[in-house]
C-alpha cells in the first residue's frame, strides 16, 4: 500500500494561500490599531491599506470635525470611542437591535452597520444632540411621562428612532408605529409605553 502523502497541486497551493491569507485579514480585525500600525510593514500593500487613516470631515450634533480614522471603524465606534458620545448604545453589534440608531442628515440608520467613512460631509445626529441645552425635545419628555423605558439601554435608539417615525409620517396608527419601530428591540418589553409616547407627539402635533 502506498503510504506517501499525495503531492500537493497547484489548487491546494492556492487554497494553502488563500486561507493563511484569510487568517492573517481575520487575526488583525481583532489586533488594535496601534498593534496593526506597528505591524503594517509586513503585511501585504493591500492588507496594510485597509488599516490606513483617512482624513474624515463630520458635522456631529453641530460641530464640526476633522478626524483620523481606519477605514474599517464603523460610525458607531467612530462616536462612542473616538468622540466619546455614549449615548449610542452597541447591543448586537450586527443590525438586529436598533440601540445604536442615529440621524444622518435627518435618515434613521443603524450605526454599526455603516462604516464612518461612508459620511463624508454628512450631518450626524446622536441622541446627545436632539436636546436644546436644558430643554428635553419633545419626544424625550413623552418618553419621560409615559415610562417609555425601564432599563434604559435601548432608549436612545428608541427615541431617535420614534423622532424618525413622527418626520416620516409613519406614526398614524398604533399598528403603523409598531410596523416602523419594529427595527428596536426592547429587552423589558417596554413597547405598549413607547407607542403611546410616540402618539402623545404625533397628537400633539409638535415640530419633532
Ligand atoms: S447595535 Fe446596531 S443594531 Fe444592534
Ligand atoms: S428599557 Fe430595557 S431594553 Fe428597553
Redesign the pocket.
Known sequence: MNTEPDKPTGHDEARRNFLKQSSLLTAFTFVPGPVVQAASGELDEKVAAAFEKVTLKLDVNGVKHKLSVEPRTTLLDLLREQLHLTGTKKGCDYGQCGACTVHVDGQRVNSCLSFAVMHEGKKITTIEGLADGDKLHPMQEAFVKHDG???????PG?IMSAVACVREGHAGSEAEIREYMSGN??????YSNIVAAIQEVKDGGQKV
Open positions: 423605558f425601564q432599563c434604559g439601554y435601548c432608549t428608541q428591540i426592547c429587552r423589558c418589553g417596554a
